[in-house]
């Protein structure tokens, strides 16, 4: 299952910017998504996922500032960062299952896998 993110970059404290992640060869409106991140040195955590039924799940570290959505026309799932802090800096991952429910959010339960995109923030 391709996934290519795009959208990273860098942005100031306080700024915005839209993750993209297009994928292809799979039933994209029937699979949960979800966002992953991480700092070197640290974990790779979750960020935001979203099932087939729309249901959405947040870190408690982005509620409020980050929503995920898809276009399953266009095979595109997104991220949209508002209010971006320092601590956002990160390799941000698209992942996906193949199935319509979320499991747990462990990067080890999503097996298919993007290459991330780069978000820094300065402040």
């Known amino acids: 299952v391709p996934l290519v993110e795009s959208g990273g970059g860098s942005v100031q404290a306080g700024g915005s910017l839209k993750l993209s992640c297009a994928a292809s060869?799979?039933?994209?409106?029937?699979?949960?998504m979800a966002w992953f991140r991480q700092v070197p040195g640290k974990e790779r955590e979750a960020v935001a996922s979203r099932s087939s039924g729309g249901t959405t799940n947040y870190a408690e570290s982005v509620k409020g500032r980050f929503t995920i959505s898809k276009d399953n026309i266009k095979g595109t799932l997104y991220l949209q960062m508002n209010m971006l802090k320092p601590e956002d800096s990160a390799m941000y991952y698209c992942?996906?299952?193949?199935?319509?429910?979320?499991?747990?959010?462990?990067?080890?339960?999503?097996?298919?896998r993007g290459q991330g995109t780069r978000v820094t923030v300065s402040s």
């Open positions: 060869g799979y039933t994209f409106s029937k699979v949960c």
């Open positions: 992942a996906t299952v193949s199935t319509s429910t979320c499991p747990d959010l462990e990067w080890n339960r999503f097996p298919f």
